[in-house]
């Protein structure tokens, strides 16, 4: 019995880890446990990190990784900019689409037909991405977007904003896939082992392909929402988002050994991360420290997801 | 006998492992100077035995005596400071290090008070061993541009280098050819007349007769019984290990040949060239050669997974157009891959998973996985094929090689194909579990199957095979019936010497 009991913890400690969080949040701060401020981390600042981090979660669940993702965001925020000041919202949104998805393919074709790896590959293209939205804005900052453009981002349906149910629906889509269909197996099988997938007859190259390419997707999907909500775009946005997406995915414990994890869990993940950050915030913590913070975080969630792992197989 | 005979004696070992007791009041006994056989199957227990002698586990119960004295084991370094070493089927080598730091390793010697190494007495005394062993190796070598033979060697001057008095070795041939085997077994000779004991763990029955002077048969957990090797024979070994008896190992029923299944036409690549191949239905037809020949980049270069650079590939009479595992799979033709773990399988996944796995488009027209489908498909296979297990969901990596083999078979055969390629159908599988698979094989072609197999196993070869083609540094040098079939034929067209010795 405590045993079944202690090995339900180790296999939810992220549900755990989050309403301890909570819990602590809610005693240390008046202002925590308030609509406002729930409302505001959940309908504004998750949706963000959650659709970015379920494309890296993608990813590294096929023993992969995608280092572009953030300035992919920034390039093809940054083009949809240029389109949507001067009022043309849908070549700036057709603009964004096929750049985020031409990038992830480029990255795609460098991993499954020139045989990079992932890390190389994603991060070479990282380089050259920023590079071209840095070139595209040459310093510059496009604003003053039409207000039927920022309400995608800054609009709600009831109390509901606009951001949170976008990102639940294709957290929906993208769990739906992973977990119920043929193309979700193949996914897992790619990440525990290619190989042998490859020999069951599976077109392994076109999963991994497709990987990123609707990595690619998700970005620019981000990038248009980031940009309707500021009223602005310009080319260093998100550049640390990618140090995000890799923490709220192993907080969430999947596993970069692949195979093992998924978005569900990077959605806990993400609302460890957004809560942490927010509590520190409101309870005065310095922004200097708050790296170091999750930097711990990072570190507590996989030892206990090892020795986790390591009880249950022990029983 | 005398005690001073006696290097070690393990008694009433146990071993507990959550819900398996692994080893149930063990004893073991090795004298002096001798080579000792542990055998039994898969999951008997040898190497939990032999891991808690070297140091990897604890034991939960028991004594361990070195000559007469008791010890207390409690790791690897203690082990080995006791003179017990162990080397594992899977080498442990740096790869991209050479010979002398691999010897080395971690133990090297140093010159000064800043720990700075010694090369030069590394290197030399690296060379000294070697010499000692016989061993015609550079210490400079990378241990990457070395065959698995040589790396084994240079496992057991590793071993040497640390006043090894008693060296075990798990399963140290299953990948060698037969001169290498030769090789380390006069190499294995020489060390037991130093007055080292070897416990040499072993699935091949051939070669206890080869090397050992004594053996002791593990099962199911237990201590069975310790014989002399001279006073023993083959068949009662194996009903030792299985605890009944096994009439027949090889079960064949001879069919016509049905229709041309599977046809190569000077199919050429990397490392094979001009191979015509036929292959019929009811037919199980061997690919003898020595390990090198070519035989498994010539079927997985067959079933897309390598390039062929020329040549063609009929399937069922049409030709092959589109070349990679997919298409095959589609067509009908299976690969059952010699390296099952890293190929055949995803053995972190349940049983219900690879099962399927071959077959997803097929069973799920719209994409969607459907549990009821996947349950009811996954356990027909599982009773099918008697796969033992706790049942569908269970992790692939947690059964045994033979069940393993028969999770791979389920996975083709769901995908309704009809010619199977078996590479090393058996390697690593116990005796009992080989008979299942050889009786599989032998029903499979009753029904109509075609068979292509790849062994080094002559016995098996021989016991199963319609036909024999033989393979040599690339070429097919001969085609044998099984009328005509010999071990020493099939021998003398693998090292190229086409039917000399017959004639």
């Known amino acids: 019995m405590k045993r079944k009991v202690l090995s339900a913890v180790f296999k939810y400690s992220q549900l755990v880890i989050l309403i301890v969080i909570l819990i602590i949040l809610s005693l240390t701060s008046k202002e925590f446990l308030t609509w406002d401020n729930i409302s505001n981390v959940v309908m504004q600042q998750m949706p963000f990190m959650l659709i970015i981090s379920m494309g890296m979660t993608l990813a590294i669940l096929t023993k992969g990784i995608d280092l572009s993702i953030a300035s992919n965001l920034a390039l093809s925020s940054c083009v949809a900019a240029y389109f949507i000041k001067d009022g043309k919202v849908f070549l700036g949104i057709l603009a964004a689409v096929v750049i985020g998805a031409l990038v992830g393919a480029v990255n795609g074709v460098l991993i499954t037909k020139a045989r990079l790896e992932p890390f190389i590959a994603t991060y070479t293209m990282d380089m050259v991405v920023r590079g071209l939205a840095y070139l595209f804005m040459s310093g510059t900052l496009f604003y003053g977007f039409s207000a039927g453009f920022c309400s995608i981002a800054t609009g709600s349906v009831g109390p509901i904003s606009n951001l949170l149910i976008i990102s639940l629906l294709l957290f929906a889509v993208l769990f739906f896939a992973l977990r119920k269909t043929t193309y979700g197996r193949s996914v897992y099988a790619i990440g525990c082992n290619i190989n042998a997938t490859r020999l069951s007859g599976i077109n392994t190259g076109g999963v991994v392909f497709s990987i990123y390419v609707i990595n690619g997707l998700l970005a620019a999907v981000t990038g248009l929402l980031y940009i309707a909500r500021l009223n602005a775009a310009e080319s260093t946005i998100g550049s640390d988002f990618t140090m995000q997406m890799m923490a709220a995915t192993l907080i969430g414990g999947t596993s970069f050994s692949g195979g093992k994890g998924g978005i569900e869990r990077t959605l806990l993940g993400v609302l460890i991360m957004v809560f942490i950050a927010n509590g520190m915030n409101l309870n005065g913590v310095s922004s200097l420290l708050q790296d170091a913070v999750f930097g711990v975080f990072i570190v507590i969630s996989l030892v206990i997801d090892k020795f986790g792992s390591k009880y249950s197989a022990n029983l | 006998m005398s005690n001073s005979d006696i290097a070690l004696q393990m008694k009433d070992i146990c071993k507990y492992f959550p819900g398996v007791k692994a080893l149930d009041h063990v004893g073991f006994e090795v004298k ?472």
């Open chain 2, 32 to 503: 002096k100077g001798e080579v000792h056989v542990l055998l039994g199957e898969n999951g008997a227990g040898k190497s939990t035995l032999m891991k808690i002698l070297s140091g990897v586990y604890p034991k939960d119960g028991g004594e361990i005596f070195l000559e007469g004295e008791p010890v207390e084991i409690h790791g690897v370094k203690e082990a080995q400071a006791l003179g017990i070493s162990i080397i594992h089927q899977e080498l442990n080598m740096l790869t991209e290090r050479d010979i002398a730091q691999n010897i080395f390793l971690g133990r090297e010697p140093v010159k000064n008070k800043l720990n700075a190494v010694d090369t030069k007495k590394m290197y030399a005394d690296s060379s000294a061993l070697l010499q000692k062993l016989d061993i015609d190796l550079n210490p400079k070598t990378m241990i990457k541009d070395l065959s698995i033979a040589q790396q084994q060697m240079v496992e057991v001057v590793k071993a040497l280098s640390i006043q090894t008095k008693i060296l075990i070795m798990d399963e140290p041939t299953s990948s060698l050819t037969q001169k290498e085997i030769d090789r380390l077994f006069s190499i294995v000779r020489s060390l037991r007349d130093s007055g080292i004991s070897i416990v040499y763990i072993s699935h091949r029955m051939e070669e206890i007769f080869e090397i050992g002077d004594r053996v002791t048969v593990m099962r199911d957990g237990k201590y069975i019984d310790t014989v002399n090797v001279r006073e023993t024979d083959m068949s009662r070994l194996i009903s030792m290990m299985v605890g009944r008896t096994i009439d027949h190992l090889y079960s064949r029923t001879y069919h016509t040949p049905g229709e041309e299944a599977l046809r190569t036409e000077n199919l050429t690549g990397l490392r094979f060239r001009n191979v015509n191949i036929s292959l019929h239905r009811g037919e199980i037809v061997g690919l003898a050669g020595l390990v090198g020949a070519g035989r498994t980049e010539l079927v997985k270069a067959i079933f897309g997974y390598d390039p062929i650079d020329s040549g063609t590939i009929l399937l069922n009479g049409k030709k092959v157009k589109r070349h990679s595992p997919k298409e095959l799979v589609e067509n009908g033709l299976v690969l059952i891959p010699e390296d099952r773990k890293n190929e055949g399988l995803v053995v972190q996944e349940p049983i219900k998973n690879n099962i399927v796995q071959a077959s997803l488009r097929k069973l799920f027209k719209n994409h969607i996985v459907n549990k009821e489908i996947e349950r009811k498909t996954a356990e027909k296979y599982h009773a099918d094929l008697h796969i033992a297990s706790s049942g569908i969901v269970q992790k692939v990596e947690s059964l045994s090689g033979g069940n393993q083999q028969k999770v791979v078979l389920g996975k083709w055969l769901c995908t309704g194909c009809n010619v199977l390629i078996f590479d090393e159908p058996t390697r690593g599988i116990d005796v009992g579990a080989k008979a299942e698979i050889y009786e599989l094989m032998n029903q499979l072609v009753g029904e109509g199957y075609a068979i292509l197999m790849i062994s080094s196993d002559q016995m098996e070869l021989l016991g199963m095979s319609d036909r024999i083609y033989v393979m040599c540094e690339g070429e097919i040098t001969g085609e044998l019936s099984k009328e005509d079939a010999t071990p020493a034929l099939l021998l003398s067209y693998s090292i190229g010497k086409g039917g000399i010795e017959s004639e």
